[in-house]
Nanobody, 120 residues
């Protein structure tokens, strides 16, 4: 199972970015997909997640600014729309997926990370 992220970059405060994450491989079921982030000198924290049933969860710091969604045509793809970005959102964003394969009932995989920098 492999996760590939895209969409990071440099943006000014107040701007927007959209991150994408595509899961591939022998996936039987995706239970949860989402994003963590890690800022310099800080622990990795959960940003947003969505279950296979469409239930979403957000960190308090990003509620009302970030939206996680799954692609209607490809359930192995998730997006993180980030609006009203703040310098405090600067971090490496890691996609993750908790999946079941045909052989393994539970597997957690991570993407390689994509850097988001919010700066003027």
């Amino acid at each position: 199972v492999r996760l590939v992220e895209s969409g990071g970059g440099l943006v000014q405060p107040g701007g927007s970015l959209r991150l994408s994450c595509a899961a591939s491989g022998s996936i039987f079921r995706i239970n949860v997909m989402g994003w963590y982030r890690q800022a310099p000198g800080k622990q990795r924290e959960l940003v947003a997640a969505v279950t296979g049933g469409g239930v979403t969860n957000y960190a308090d710091s990003v509620k009302a600014r970030f939206t996680i969604s799954r692609d209607n045509n490809d359930k192995n793809m998730v997006y993180l729309q980030m609006n009203s970005l703040e310098p405090e959102d600067t971090a490496v964003y890691f996609c993750f997926a908790e999946v079941a394969t045909i052989d393994i009932p539970y597997l957690k995989r991570w993407g390689q990370g994509t850097l988001v920098t919010v700066s003027s």
